[in-house]
């Protein structure tokens, strides 16, 4: 079960002018399952991305990559991305490279657009051949349900291992302009950073300078989607894909530096945090909602390296599941992070607001019963002070549990 996580209701998920949906069974994964959608963007869209660092990457990201250079400074622009779920068109080499461009030249000439103004993404199985046969016959339908508000709907489709279907909105003002956003995203395991085995697609209104979206989707991901791990592993397929349709009735933003470039980016960060963490709370086989806090760093990187250490040991992770206060293993893994100078007499350990070890060793008044307590809760933050400078970061992780093994042992079945 996820982790204080429901899918928010359909009522609850904006249409964003501009977007439309389609969605439809097309057989990629199993009988009755939604798994192809199409998103359809009105002309004049932007569109910023980001994509897994895993060097063998699926043909879908070699594809969103090429079809994105080209399109930069052309003013017809992408305007539609093309999603099967049940298979990842990874470890494919040249056949998946051309199943997927055989895949984007269908939905091309039923739309009549250029290859090259689509974006393909695909999720599931590795090293399988893509069935593009069934996302070609499957399109037709695909388009024919195309509308504004199936953003619930799309959220399933593309759901693998997924429990719960992930999507937020929100409305903001600029310059005394309504302001939609909403995004969904999957993901539940191989979750790292940069980035994880997750598909992101968030989508505003908002009238933003081409120029900027790379930069956009890059500092979203790296606030939201770059601080959660499930599983330590970095997946092939990882995107995160941000598109600004321009029509919302306010001065286009030129600098996300200016107050409505801030007040834009703070907002669309909210949103993708909230997809981020839904992501780890329904990790695979997850019970517990992890916040790690590394605070008085040198620098903001060595504190993610510590925050790294700790949520990627399959030690801490199952005494987390066990509701086991052995503690040490989080000293153990601030100390293998691979900080050099590192100080342990300074360092400062919280398991929420109860200090656990102080100087670098057993706080004096700390009882184990009241690690016990907080080890049960559902949601938990682990702080630590490494007593070196001012830099800060968090990151977001679960537990690791039986149902971890039993799923990712069945996967293929």
């Known amino acids: 079960m996820p982790v204080n996580l429901v899918a928010t209701p359909a009522a609850n998920l904006y249409p964003v002018p501009g977007v439309r949906w389609g969605i439809t069974e097309a057989g990629i994964r199993k009988a009755n399952r939604k798994d192809l959608a199409v998103l359809l963007l009105d002309e004049g869209a932007s569109v910023g991305a980001v994509f897994t660092q895993n060097r063998f990457c699926a043909a879908p990201v070699q594809i969103c990559r090429e079809h994105l250079a080209r399109q930069s400074g052309q003013s017809a622009g992408i305007r539609a991305l093309l999603i099967n779920t049940g298979n990842a068109n990874a470890g494919t080499g040249a056949d998946g490279l051309s199943r997927a461009r055989a895949s984007c030249l269908a939905l091309a000439a039923a739309?009549?657009?250029?290859?090259?103004?689509?974006?393909?993404?695909?999720?599931?199985?590795?090293?399988?051949?893509?069935?593009?046969?069934?996302?070609?016959?499957?399109?037709?339908?695909?388009?024919?349900?195309?509308?504004?508000?199936?953003?619930?709907?799309?959220?399933?489709?593309?759901?693998?291992?997924?429990?719960?279907?992930?999507?937020?909105?929100?409305?903001?003002?600029?310059?005394?302009?309504?302001?939609?956003?909403?995004?969904?995203?999957?993901?539940?395991?191989?979750?790292?950073?940069?980035?994880?085995?997750?598909?992101?697609?968030?989508?505003?209104?908002?009238?933003?300078?081409?120029?900027?979206?790379?930069q956009l989707a890059k500092e979203l991901a790296e606030g939201s989607f770059n601080r959660v791990t499930v599983d330590g592993d970095t997946s092939t397929n990882d995107s995160f894909v941000v598109i600004a349709t321009n029509q919302a009735k306010h001065p286009t933003v030129t600098s996300l530096d200016s107050p409505d470039g801030q007040t834009l980016r703070a907002a669309m960060l909210a949103i993708a945090q909230k997809l981020a963490q839904a992501i780890v709370r329904d990790g695979e086989g997850a019970t517990k909602f992890i916040t790690i806090a590394v605070e008085g760093g040198k620098t903001g990187e060595e504190c993610r390296q510590v925050a790294y250490a700790?949520?990627?040991?399959?030690?801490?992770?199952?005494?987390?599941?066990?509701?086991?206060?052995?503690?040490?293993?989080?000293?153990?893994?601030?100390?293998?992070?691979?900080?050099?100078?590192?100080?342990?007499?300074?360092?400062?350990?919280?398991?929420?607001?109860?200090?656990?070890?102080?100087?670098?060793?057993?706080?004096?008044?700390?009882?184990?019963?009241?690690?016990?307590?907080?080890?049960?809760?559902?949601?938990?933050?682990?702080r630590v002070l490494l007593g070196r400078g001012a830099a800060s970061d968090t990151v977001w992780t679960c537990d690791l549990s039986y149902d971890y093994v039993k799923i990712n042992a069945d996967y293929r079945s």
């Open 111 to 214: 739309l009549n657009l250029a290859p090259e103004q689509i974006l393909p993404f695909s999720t599931g199985v590795i090293m399988e051949p893509l069935p593009h046969e069934r996302i070609v016959a499957g399109l037709p339908a695909a388009l024919a349900d195309a509308g504004p508000d199936h953003w619930a709907q799309a959220a399933e489709a593309i759901m693998t291992t997924d429990t719960v279907a992930k999507a937020f909105s929100s409305r903001i003002t600029l310059a005394n302009a309504s302001v939609t956003i909403t995004g969904i995203s999957k993901g539940a395991g191989m979750i790292r950073p940069n980035m994880a085995t997750m598909l992101g697609f968030m989508a505003t209104d908002a009238c933003v300078a081409p120029a900027l979206m790379a």
């Open 310 to 382: 700790i949520a990627h040991s399959p030690l801490v992770k199952t005494a987390f599941f066990a509701s086991d206060p052995n503690l040490g293993r989080i000293l153990a893994a601030v100390g293998y992070a691979g900080i050099d100078d590192l100080d342990q007499t300074r360092i400062d350990l919280y398991l929420d607001d109860v200090l656990v070890a102080k100087n670098g060793g057993r706080h004096v008044d700390y009882l184990e019963a009241e690690g016990q307590r907080i080890m049960k809760q559902s949601e938990i933050s682990v």
